[in-house]
T-cell receptor
Framework: NAGVMQNPRHLVRRRGQEARLRCSPM?????VYWYRQLPEEGLKFMVY????????ESGMPKERFSAEFPKEGPSILRIQQVVRGDSAAYFC???????????FGQGTRLTVV | AQSVSQHNHHVILSEAASLELGCNYSYGGTVNLFWYVQYPGQHLQLLLK??????LVKGIKGFEAEFIKSKFSFNLRKPSVQWSDTAEYFC????????????FGRGTSLIVHP
């Protein structure tokens, strides 16, 4: 049973480009969480999704950021018109339906140059 | 909504020293509690978890944590640290009666000198 898979592991984008981060949850998991990790700030919750539904996006910036978890395929975190401040590690976690424990992927380290 | 406080942001120890990292949470109802470890450049790995039952929880690599409900605390301990324990440690909580979204503390950076 493969763990949570995130790709790419490293992503470099120029300012103004779009970044797409992918997350494939563990088999049988229907809940996905996205977190952003900045140095000295720990993990900040961004968005919580179930298949085809955004359940809680209270941690998402109001502009340029969006997330989806389609019926088929991975969850996607999209950042449009990236700026240097978007440089961070983005982690995805998944859990079974209302399962208490979340399992984390290895993260995508986004660098905006 | 729940929140988590980790009071020690940076800890430096010598090998064989004892470790205790503080974690306090705020939430009025039932909680699940977790400690994760993140080795340099790697993803988060679960060290231990508490859902219910014995408040003294033993995890991997010799770590343990004690849930003290009256103090809203879940401190992480290890009697004798090793150089390989150098990592970032995160306390997290979620609430079965509310939101299952895990909320993390800021993290504690532990450096162990050989």
């Amino acid at each position: 049973n493969a763990g949570v898979m995130q790709n790419p592991r490293h992503l470099v984008r120029r300012r103004g480009q779009e970044a797409r981060l992918r997350c494939s949850p563990m088999k049988g998991h229907s809940h996905v969480y996205w977190y952003r990790q900045l140095p000295e700030e720990g993990l900040k919750f961004m968005v919580y999704l179930q298949k085809e539904n955004i359940i809680d996006e209270s941690g998402m910036p109001k502009e340029r950021f969006s997330a989806e978890f389609p019926k088929e395929g991975p969850s996607i975190l999209r950042i449009q018109q990236v700026v240097r401040g978007d440089s961070a590690a983005y982690f995805c976690a998944s859990s079974p339906s209302y399962g208490p424990e979340a399992f984390f992927g290895q993260g995508t380290r986004l660098t905006v140059v | 909504a729940q929140s988590v406080s980790q009071h020690n942001h940076h800890v430096i120890l010598s090998e064989a020293a004892s470790l205790e990292l503080g974690c306090n949470y705020s939430y009025g109802g039932t909680v699940n509690l977790f400690w994760y470890v993140q080795y340099p450049g790697q993803h988060l790995q679960l060290l231990l978890k508490y859902f219910s039952g014995d408040p003294l929880v033993k995890g991997i690599k010799g770590f343990e944590a004690e849930f003290i409900k009256s103090k809203f605390s879940f401190n992480l301990r290890k009697p004798s640290v090793q150089w390989s324990d150098t990592a970032e440690y995160f306390c997290a909580v979620n609430a079965p009666g509310g939101s299952y979204i895990p909320t993390f503390g800021r993290g504690t950076s532990l450096i162990v000198h050989p």
